[in-house]
């Protein structure tokens, strides 16, 4: 599978943390930069590995489309406002119509290409592990558009199982 729930919850607050800058932003996607969040989210990670994870606030709101994110390859979601959504996953079925997006360099894909695999629906202060070289989206659940707030520890340099064996060592899986 491409996502895993922790087995435990942290709770972060809207006022647990300041958005510094806007990092990258493209589509109804902002991701900002914060150094001073109050919760220790890198607790869920050996302390050898802390480091290597860049710590960041991500925003959306309505449809974010199947997409793979190529200089990412793991995100560590701590959901604080998940609103209404479910996050899919999805298997390439054949990759022809592909097109790149812009600033970051992942691929968005046409539904007709690819399997759904399985998703979720995230709570407030639930933590989700997600493989995100593996094409997936997030749907809304309503006609109601809510903004989703995400604490989220990223890496580019560690593949989703070996991040699922740092976590075990912490114990939240």
Do not use: C
């Amino acid at each position: 599978m491409y996502f895993i729930q922790l087995n435990r919850n942290i709770e972060i607050l809207p006022n647990d943390f300041n958005k510094i800058s806007e990092k990258i932003s493209y589509g109804n996607i902002v991701y900002f930069t914060t150094e001073d969040l109050t919760i220790n989210v890198k607790r869920i990670l050996p302390e050898r590995y802390r480091n290597q994870f860049s710590l960041l606030i991500f925003e959306a709101y309505e449809r974010i489309h199947p997409h793979i994110d190529d200089i990412i390859t793991v995100s560590i979601n701590f959901y604080v406002s998940p609103g209404n959504y479910e996050t899919k996953f999805y298997d390439i079925v054949t990759d022809q119509h592909i097109y790149r997006t812009g600033k970051a360099g992942g691929r968005v894909f046409p539904k007709r290409n690819l399997k759904e695999v399985g998703g979720f629906i995230a709570k407030p202060n639930e933590i989700w592990l997600l493989d995100v070289t593996k094409p997936h989206s997030v749907e809304p659940l309503s006609s109601i558009s809510e903004i989703r707030q995400v604490v989220t520890l990223q890496s580019s340099k560690y593949s989703y199982n070996e991040v699922i064996e740092m976590i075990k060592e912490t114990g939240y899986l």
